[in-house]
C-alpha cells in the first residue's frame, strides 16, 4: 500500500466530498487590453496572452495602466479560454492577465491547495475542451466553469499526491530546458553553416523571385470547411503551430466544392504564412515533401522552384532571412506580409549538390531536436505520458456518499 492509499484509508476511508469548482476556488477572467500598446521590446509590464498560457511565459509587454486586480505573480494558475483550454502555471515574475485567459486560486488554502487545483485541472479542462463542438472555434464559458465539481481530500493526501506529481514536473521541466538549449545550439550552427562565411568560393545569393516558377496566394479555407477526410489542405496559422521546416502530411482536409477558385500546392513547394500575430515570425516557410496534391487556405503564399525544397526551408528559417520578413512591418493585433515581399527575400544559394550535402547534414540536427521518436523528445514525451498515468490513477477518488 502507498503512502496515499494508506493516508485515504486513515482519513477518509469512506470516500472523498466532492464540491462545486466555485464553492472552493475563483477565477478571475482578464482584462481586455488595448493592443495598440503592446510591444516586444521588454518596455511596461509582461502580458499572459491566449498564445502565452501553454509556456506561462511572454515576449508582450504593454504601457497600458491595468487594475491591480489582473496583475500576476510567478506560480498563478492559468486557463486559455479560446481553442485549446490549456492549463499552465505562470513563470515570471509579475505580469497582466490578459482578456481570454483566466486565473484560477482556491478560496482556502484549509480546504484546498493550489498545487491540488493545478493538477486536477489539466484533463478536466481537456475534458471539456473535447466535449465542444469540432469543426469551430472552441470557446471556455463561464456556464462550463459552474459545472465542473472537484474532489477535495484532506490537506495531508493534497500535500503528498502534489509532492509525487510535482517531482514528474520538475524533470520533464528540466529535460526542456535541456532541449531548449540544444536547439538553441542548433540554430547557431545552422545560421553558421548557412552564412557560407568559410566557404571555398563564392556562394551567390538570389532574391526568391529569381528562382522562382511561379508564386501564388492560395484560396480561403474556413475553419467549419475542414473534414477529417476528403482533399488534404493547409490553412496558414498551422504554418505557426503544427509544422516545423518540412512536412509530408497535411492534418487537414476539406471538401473541393467548398473552395471557390480552388490553389493547389505539390512536392517542393513552400509555403508561406503571410498573415501571423508577431513581426518576428511572420511569413513563417514550410517545405512540403509530400506527393499529395493539397489545398493551400488563405493567407497562403505558394513558391514553386527548381531548387532542393528542405534546402530553401531551411535557409529561409535563418535569423538573416526572418530579419527580412519582418522588415517595414509594423506591430499590431494582426501583422501581414505579400507576394512582392516574399519576392524580395534575398539567400545564398549554392549548387543542388551542395544543397544536398546541407540538408542531410541539417536534417540530423532537426530530428534529434523535434523527432518524437528519438533523444530528447522522446524522452520529454515518455517522462510526460508517465505523469498523466500517475496523475489519473491519483486523482481518481470514489466519491463520498452522505
Given at each position: ?8 484509508a ?12 466555485l ?19 521588454g ?8 498564445r502565452?498560457v501553454?509556456?506561462?511565459e ?13 496583475f500576476l ?5 492559468l486557463?486559455g479560454?479560446d481553442g485549446?483550454?490549456h492549463?499552465?502555471k505562470?513563470n515570471m515574475d ?5 482578456q ?18 493545478s493538477?486536477?485541472l489539466k484533463p ?10 469540432s ?15 472537484v ?13 509525487v ?11 526542456t530546458?535541456?532541449l531548449t538549449a ?7 550552427y ?14 551567390p545569393?538570389v ?8 508564386i501564388?496566394?492560395?484560396s ?7 473534414t477529417?477526410t476528403?482533399?488534404p ?6 504554418i ?6 518540412w512536412f509530408?502530411?497535411?492534418?487537414s ?5 467548398a ?13 508561406f ?9 511572420i511569413?513563417?516557410?514550410?517545405a512540403?515533401?509530400?506527393?499529395d ?47 512582392p515581399?516574399?519576392?524580395?527575400i534575398?539567400i ?22 523535434n ?7 522522446a524522452?520529454?514525451e515518455?517522462?510526460q505520458?508517465?505523469?498523466e498515468?500517475?496523475r489519473?490513477k ?7 456518499k452522505?
Amino acid at each position: 500500500m502507498s503512502k496515499i492509499e494508506r493516508l485515504i484509508a486513515k482519513y477518509c476511508p469512506d470516500g472523498i466530498r466532492y464540491e462545486p469548482l466555485l464553492d472552493v476556488a475563483s477565477v478571475l477572467y482578464g482584462y481586455p487590453c488595448d493592443a495598440s500598446l503592446f510591444n516586444e521590446l521588454g518596455e511596461g509590464i509582461p502580458l499572459a496572452r491566449i498564445r502565452d498560457v501553454l509556456t506561462g511565459e511572454t515576449s508582450t509587454f504593454t504601457t497600458e495602466q491595468v487594475p491591480e486586480k489582473y496583475f500576476l505573480s510567478r506560480g498563478d494558475l492559468l486557463v486559455g479560454m479560446d481553442g485549446n483550454f490549456h492549463v499552465s502555471k505562470w513563470n515570471m515574475d509579475g505580469g497582466i492577465l490578459c482578456q481570454r485567459v483566466c486565473k484560477f486560486y482556491s478560496n482556502n488554502t484549509q480546504v484546498l491547495l493550489d498545487g491540488f487545483l493545478s493538477h486536477w485541472l489539466k484533463p478536466v479542462m481537456k475534458n471539456v475542451e473535447n466535449g465542444k463542438q469540432s469543426g469551430t472555434v472552441k470557446h471556455l464559458l463561464d456556464k462550463d466553469i459552474k459545472m465542473i465539481r472537484v474532489p477535495v481530500p484532506p490537506l495531508e493526501v493534497q500535500r503528498e499526491i502534489v509532492r509525487v506529481l510535482d517531482d514528474f514536473t520538475l524533470l520533464t521541466a528540466e529535460l526542456t530546458a535541456e532541449l531548449t538549449a540544444r536547439r538553441k545550439q542548433y540554430e547557431y550552427y545552422r545560421d553558421s553553416l548557412l552564412s557560407f562565411k568559410d566557404a571555398v568560393g563564392a556562394v551567390p545569393r538570389v532574391r526568391l523571385k529569381d528562382i522562382a516558377i511561379d508564386i501564388y496566394r492560395g484560396s480561403g479555407i474556413k475553419r467549419d470547411q475542414v473534414t477529417e477526410t476528403g482533399i488534404p489542405c493547409v490553412r496558414y496559422g498551422e504554418i505557426y503551430t503544427t509544422y516545423n521546416t518540412w512536412f509530408d502530411k497535411c492534418v487537414s482536409h476539406t471538401v473541393k466544392d467548398a473552395v471557390s477558385s480552388p490553389k493547389y500546392f505539390e512536392h517542393g513547394d513552400i509555403l508561406f504564412a503571410i498573415t501571423g500575430e508577431s513581426v518576428d515570425d511572420i511569413a513563417k516557410s514550410v517545405a512540403y515533401v509530400g506527393h499529395d496534391r493539397c489545398l493551400a487556405g488563405g493567407d497562403i503564399v505558394v513558391l514553386r522552384h527548381k531548387q532542393n525544397p528542405k534546402y530553401l526551408s531551411y535557409a529561409l528559417a535563418t535569423d538573416n532571412a526572418r530579419r527580412q520578413k519582418s522588415k517595414g512591418k509594423i506591430k499590431s493585433k494582426v501583422v501581414h506580409s505579400s507576394v512582392p515581399a516574399i519576392e524580395d527575400i534575398e539567400i545564398p544559394l549554392p549548387s543542388l549538390d551542395v544543397q544536398e550535402i546541407i540538408v542531410n547534414i541539417l536534417d540530423n540536427f532537426e530530428r534529434m531536436c523535434n523527432d518524437l521518436s528519438v533523444g530528447l523528445p522522446a524522452e520529454i514525451e515518455a517522462r510526460q505520458k508517465q505523469y498523466e498515468y500517475y496523475r489519473d490513477k491519483l486523482l481518481s477518488f470514489r466519491e463520498y456518499k452522505s
